[in-house]
């Protein structure tokens, strides 16, 4: 047996059930076979044992009292990854899906992603159980402060540094910012990224993740001799990422024809009206089906038996943008007969990996999540530089920092494929490009 399969099988051994966290060790082992072939000295070190494990790994009760003054209690978590190269970096996740093994995925994936943006970053993911929808402000914040209350013994702007992610937006992050500084009694305005822009935020972060991934999906399609402009596009989800992902789609051109939410999607043949989508989602926190009935001419189709109808639809650029596995192989099946030439991950590990390879086999250009998903994180780490000099940048000033980091990321990735001749297998290429940085900052550290 070789290397990587011992590890494969202490791995499914040890974390048996954790579904999500396998999947996403897997998928990293699998693409980074030549470089571990090349190197037969990361046996006897254990480093692939080493970089597959948290380095911590904290879970906590979260009490909290709801409007009718009944006690609620929650699980509460702080995956922190690997610090070899940075104070550990990664979102807060408030859903109900939440568990050890998508922490445990969520916080692998993002020590790669983290060390693909060139910045200072190690990675760490968090989050709850808890579920925002359907709570009162009063609610979610006694929930943000009762969390904080364990979590800020964790944190700090050296050490672990949250931001939002699903279910957690800059009304929750102001709320578990203010429980922090009650509790330290100081202002450490770098604990905490995606802070409102009147307490140390940063321009451009709302839209970061979502303008990131079309920076690189423009790079990659550039490079492979095509263009946004004129394009028909799918983006799944209808939160911050799609939504900045379908704006910066149509600034580019392309026509955005399909967005989704957990109930089903809506198909506008014009084109989606961003501005109503907008008021639906962010102001009035609505559901995407009320597009259908302010918009003309728009059809929506309700998801059943866990479907995902937008796959369905036909288009030349898919874009999800929603969750983890949202892609299976029957989704991409669909979407390859349906002529789809490229698939932008906008989500973390939206596609999983039988869909993966039916796309790279089918000659699909696939951005895999960890890089082109990234300028979310690396907006971040500039919201943190911000903090750290106590100025603020414009908002074209940081939007251009965000287009070099994620052109480089591009670079990185298809430098690494080519090194390895792996085409257009930009997967593997993110894989191989972030691996070889985190490995060798962990082997100049030492065995710790």
Not at 117 to 123: R, S, V, Y
Not at 153 to 180: K, S, T
Not at 186 to 191: Q, S, T
């Given at each position: 047996?070789?290397?990587l399969?011992?590890?494969l099988?202490?791995?499914?051994?040890?974390?048996?059930n954790q579904?999500?966290?396998?999947?996403a060790?897997q998928e990293v082992?699998?693409?980074?076979?030549?470089?571990i072939?090349?190197h037969?000295?990361?046996?006897?070190?254990a480093?692939?044992?080493?970089?597959i494990e948290?380095?911590r790994l904290?879970?906590?009760?979260v009490?909290?009292?709801d409007?009718s003054?009944?006690?609620?209690?929650?699980?509460?978590?702080?995956?922190?990854?690997?610090?070899c190269i940075?104070?550990y970096?990664?979102g807060?996740r408030?859903?109900?899906?939440?568990?050890?093994?998508?922490?445990k995925?969520l916080g692998?994936?993002?020590?790669?992603k983290n060390?693909?943006?060139?910045?200072p970053i190690?990675g760490a993911?968090g989050?709850?159980?808890?579920?925002?929808?359907?709570k009162?402000d009063?609610?979610i914040?006694?929930?943000?402060?009762?969390?904080?209350n364990?979590?800020y013994r964790?944190?700090?702007?050296?050490i672990?540094?949250p931001?939002g992610?699903i279910?957690?937006?800059?009304?929750?992050?102001?709320?578990?910012?203010?429980?922090?500084?009650?509790?330290k009694?100081?202002?450490?305005?770098?604990v905490?990224?995606?802070?409102g822009?009147?307490y140390?935020?940063?321009l451009?972060?709302k839209e970061?993740?979502g303008?990131?991934?079309?920076y690189?999906?423009r790079?990659m399609?550039k490079a492979?001799?095509?263009e946004?402009?004129?394009?028909?596009v799918l983006?799944?989800?209808s939160?911050?990422?799609?939504i900045?992902?379908?704006?910066?789609?149509?600034?580019?051109g392309a026509?955005?024809v399909?967005?989704?939410d957990s109930?089903?999607?809506?198909?506008?043949?014009?084109g989606?009206?961003?501005?109503?989508?907008?008021?639906?989602?962010e102001?009035?926190?609505?559901?995407?089906?009320?597009?259908?009935?302010?918009v003309n001419g728009?059809?929506?189709?309700?998801s059943?038996n866990?479907?995902?109808?937008?796959w369905q639809?036909?288009a030349?650029?898919?874009?999800?943008?929603?969750t983890?596995?949202?892609?299976?192989?029957e989704?991409?099946?669909?979407?390859?007969a349906?002529?789809v030439k490229?698939?932008?991950?906008?989500?973390?590990?939206?596609t999983?990996?039988?869909?993966?390879?039916y796309f790279?086999?089918?000659?699909?250009?696939?951005?895999?999540a960890?890089a082109?998903?990234a300028?979310?994180?690396a907006t971040?780490?500039?919201?943190?530089?911000?903090n750290?000099m106590?100025?603020?940048?414009?908002?074209?000033e940081?939007?251009?920092?965000l287009?070099?980091?994620?052109t480089?990321?591009?670079?990185?990735c298809q430098?690494?494929?080519?090194e390895?001749?792996?085409?257009?297998?930009?997967?593997?290429?993110a894989?191989?490009?972030?691996?070889?940085k985190?490995?060798?900052?962990?082997i100049?550290?030492?065995?710790i």
């Amino acid at each position: 047996m070789n290397y990587l399969d011992i590890v494969l099988e202490r791995l499914n051994k040890q974390n048996a059930n954790q579904h999500e966290y396998i999947q996403a060790v897997q998928e990293v082992l699998d693409s980074i076979k030549p470089v571990i072939n090349a190197h037969p000295e990361f046996e006897k070190s254990a480093l692939l044992e080493r970089i597959i494990e948290p380095e911590r790994l904290i879970s906590f009760r979260v009490c909290w009292v709801d409007d009718s003054g009944q006690v609620q209690v929650n699980k509460g978590y702080r995956v922190q990854f690997n610090g070899c190269i940075g104070p550990y970096k990664g979102g807060l996740r408030f859903h109900p899906s939440v568990n050890e093994s998508i922490m445990k995925f969520l916080g692998f994936e993002q020590v790669f992603k983290n060390a693909l943006t060139g910045l200072p970053i190690g990675g760490a993911k968090g989050g709850s159980d808890f579920d925002p929808k359907g709570k009162s402000d009063a609610e979610i914040m006694r929930f943000c402060q009762s969390f904080m209350n364990e979590l800020y013994r964790h944190i700090g702007q050296d050490i672990d540094v949250p931001a939002g992610d699903i279910g957690v937006g800059e009304r929750e992050i102001g709320y578990l910012f203010g429980q922090f500084r009650k509790i330290k009694n100081a202002y450490e305005a770098g604990v905490l990224t995606g802070k409102g822009l009147v307490y140390g935020g940063s321009l451009a972060r709302k839209e970061a993740t979502g303008y990131g991934l079309l920076y690189f999906m423009r790079e990659m399609l550039k490079a492979n001799n095509m263009e946004l402009a004129g394009k028909t596009v799918l983006v799944s989800g209808s939160g911050n990422v799609a939504i900045y992902a379908c704006e910066k789609a149509q600034h580019y051109g392309a026509k955005v024809v399909a967005m989704s939410d957990s109930n089903g999607c809506i198909y506008d043949p014009n084109g989606i009206n961003l501005d109503v989508i907008k008021q639906i989602k962010e102001v009035e926190r609505g559901r995407i089906k009320e597009y259908a009935s302010r918009v003309n001419g728009v059809t929506y189709i309700e998801s059943q038996n866990e479907q995902h109808p937008i796959w369905q639809i036909k288009a030349d650029i898919a874009l999800p943008c929603a969750t983890q596995n949202e892609i299976n192989l029957e989704d991409a099946k669909i979407l390859v007969a349906n002529g789809v030439k490229a698939i932008g991950e906008g989500a973390n590990m939206p596609t999983n990996i039988e869909a993966i390879n039916y796309f790279l086999e089918n000659g699909v250009l696939l951005a895999p999540a960890k890089a082109a998903n990234a300028g979310g994180v690396a907006t971040s780490a500039l919201e943190m530089s911000q903090n750290s000099m106590r100025l603020s940048w414009t908002f074209e000033e940081v939007d251009k920092k965000l287009d070099r980091i994620m052109t480089n990321i591009f670079e990185s990735c298809q430098n690494a494929a080519r090194e390895y001749s792996l085409g257009t297998n930009y997967v593997a290429g993110a894989n191989i490009a972030a691996f070889e940085k985190v490995s060798k900052a962990m082997i100049a550290q030492g065995i710790i």
